[in-house]
């Protein structure tokens, strides 16, 4: 690769499509029902099923813990 992009001046950086997007959007999940919930006594699998399955729920709900 070095060779390549000594001799031939090859640019692996203009393969790189999106640059200034920033990676995905949050998806919109209720933290204070993810909360209100885990009080309640629920387990991460069973608010994923209450909230019609969405992955997010601990992350969401480790980030309300960090931020509170």
């Not at 309640?40 to 992955?55: S, Y």
């Amino acid at each position: 690769m070095q060779c390549t992009m000594r001799e031939k001046g090859y640019d692996p950086s203009r393969n790189l499509k999106n640059k200034g997007m920033g990676g995905r959007e949050k998806k919109e999940v209720p933290s204070e029902q993810i909360v209100a919930l885990k009080e309640k006594g629920l387990i991460f699998e069973e608010i994923t099923a209450t909230l019609k399955g969405r992955a997010t729920v601990h992350r969401r709900y480790t980030e309300w813990k960090k931020n509170d």
